[in-house]
């Protein structure tokens, strides 16, 4: 019912910069949490930053202060400004919401297929 599209991966040059979207589309009646994730070789998921219905914010410590998380509630969409890239910060990244369907149901988790972010150096 809920599909999550990511965009604006790519390749980029050290201390570059790249802007990822993620749209929301389907039955939707809210949506709570919304997040980025990511999965570099060799590496489990991690979480890069996080945003609430109310636009609070979190980080995880390597993206502080280069990375910025937003979201645009009227079009179900979360961005994530990345500046200051580093060859580090490649790997695919996924887009996550906290998803209600219906009033009566429950929140579900969902996740997009991923998009590659590549730093070079």
């Known amino acids: 019912q809920v599909r999550l599209v990511e965009s604006g991966g790519g390749l980029v040059q050290a201390g570059g910069s790249l802007r990822l979207s993620c749209a929301a589309s389907g039955s939707i009646f809210s949506i709570h949490t919304m997040g980025w994730y990511r999965q570099a070789p060799g590496k489990r998921r991690e979480l890069v930053a996080t945003?609430?219905?109310?636009?609070?914010?979190n980080y995880a410590d390597p993206v502080k202060g280069r990375f910025t998380i937003s979201r645009d509630n009227t079009k179900n969409t979360v961005y994530l400004q990345m500046n200051s890239l580093k060859p580090e910060d490649t790997a695919v990244y996924y887009c996550n919401a906290d998803v209600r369907s219906h009033g009566l149901l429950p929140y579900d988790d969902y996740w997009g297929q991923g998009t590659q972010v590549t730093v070079s150096s």
């Open positions: 945003i609430t219905t109310g636009a609070t914010t």
